[in-house]
């Protein structure tokens, strides 16, 4: 069973910097194809981030520059660094797994598996 939990949201000033976390099991996780995904109130879930099984790393024109996507496949742990926020950053974070390959920042309908969020809030 695919399980993915994320961490490290919380409430930060605009500037500020948080490191989210994703923990996964239940599957090969160094094969699959990650990504971070975020959702404000009354807007559609957007990509963030994403990685796949090759260090290919992918980037939303909107965090390019100050986001780090990274995964850590001894701790089956999928990370985004982001930096220099902004109130705009506001949002629940969802990390996302699948089995297929991608080579670009896949939209949400091609992720299969799921974690339940964390909140970042960012004050201006």
């Known amino acids: 069973q695919v399980q993915l939990v994320e961490s490290g949201g919380g409430s930060v000033q605009a500037g500020g910097s948080l490191r989210l976390s994703c923990k996964a099991s239940?599957?090969?996780?160094?094969?699959?194809?990650m990504g971070w995904f975020r959702q404000a109130p009354g807007k559609e879930r957007e990509g963030v981030a994403a990685?796949?099984?090759?260090?290919?790393?992918y980037y939303a024109d909107s965090v390019k520059g100050r986001s780090t996507i990274s995964r850590d496949n001894a701790k089956n742990t999928l990370y985004l660094q982001m930096n220099s926020l902004k109130p705009e950053d506001t949002a629940m974070y969802y990390c996302?797994?699948?089995?297929?390959?991608?080579?670009?920042?896949?939209?949400?309908?091609?992720?299969?598996?799921w974690g339940q969020g964390t909140q970042v809030t960012v004050s201006s």
């Open positions: 239940g599957y090969p996780y160094s094969s699959y194809c």
């Open positions: 990685t796949n099984s090759f260090g290919g790393t």
């Open positions: 996302a797994a699948d089995r297929r390959w991608y080579w670009r920042l896949a939209a949400p309908h091609e992720y299969n598996y």
